[in-house]
């Protein structure tokens, strides 16, 4: 079950937690004044409404978690964000991310491969205001090739590879965000593809996501 109320309590644990992740090193206003705007308990099941703005990963199903709310301002940071700028989102889980980066202004194209998530999804009506997001059911290493090149491509589950078809389907001076390594931590990459098609890698710090898996799954 989920409810849909906002109340001052609610309020006042977000703008704590906004603050903690200020204090953890997040320092881009529009990342911070995204996610004080949404309210996480939406995007969970009401059992977790008394700590749902703790700093941390919850389990929303399908053996799936929505990230933790450093993990989605660390790598929403590292996009460099501009407004109406496409951006491929794989893994949409919780829709929480997409709706970040909605709020922010970007045109998001995010793509599930649990049937049951995605379904959730479609009938979740608070992330059904952004009109700025469009779902898919599919899988993540095939991209979305009817609608590339993005601007920017953010992978939200643990990748363990830069999947080939994702740096295909992204703009010149574009720039993707992806956990890298196939044990329980990975380390974060930024992509920018370079003209001619050079990459320039950045590597930051360990995190710790569910496995980017092959196909699809009923
Ligand atoms: N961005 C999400 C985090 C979800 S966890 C949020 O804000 O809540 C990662 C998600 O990636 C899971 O839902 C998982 O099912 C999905 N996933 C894993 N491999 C995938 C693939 N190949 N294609 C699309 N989604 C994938």
């Known amino acids: ?9 609610h309020k006042g644990m977000r703008k704590q937690l906004i603050d903690s992740i200020a204090q953890k090193g ?18 969970m099941d ?24 450093y993990t989605v301002a660390y790598q929403t940071q590292l996009l460099e964000l501009k407004p109406f700028e496409k951006v491929l989102e794989i893994g949409t889980g919780s829709a929480y991310q997409a709706s970040v980066l909605a709020e922010m202004g970007a045109q998001v194209f995010t793509i599930e491969r649990q049937r049951k998530l995605f379904e959730q999804n479609k ?22 090739p009817t609608f590339a090149p993005f601007d920017k491509i953010i992978v939200t ?18 720039k993707m965000v992806i956990p ?14 370079k003209e001619g098609g050079i990459l320039q890698e950045e590597e930051f710090d360990n995190f710790s996501f569910v496995p980017m898996l092959e196909g699809r799954n009923n």
Not at 26 to 43: G, K, N, Q, S
Not at 61 to 68: A, L, N, R
Not at 157 to 174: S, Y
């Open 1 to 9: 079950m989920r409810t849909y109320e906002d109340t001052y309590r």
């Open 46 to 69: 009401s059992a977790f409404d008394k700590i749902a703005y703790e700093d941390r990963a919850f389990p929303i199903g399908e053996d799936q978690t929505i990230s933790q709310p």
């Open 180 to 193: 890298i390594g196939d044990g329980k931590v990975q380390r974060m990459f930024r992509i920018t593809k």
């Open 123 to 144: 009938n979740f009506q608070y992330v059904r205001k952004f009109p700025g997001i469009k779902f898919f059911y599919g899988d993540g290493y095939e991209g979305l």
């Open 26 to 43: 997040i320092t881009d206003e529009r990342v911070l004044d995204a996610m004080l705007h949404l309210p996480r308990h939406y995007f």
């Open 157 to 174: 589950a643990a990748a363990p590879l830069i999947p080939p078809k994702l740096l295909e389907q992204l703009k010149t001076q574009g």
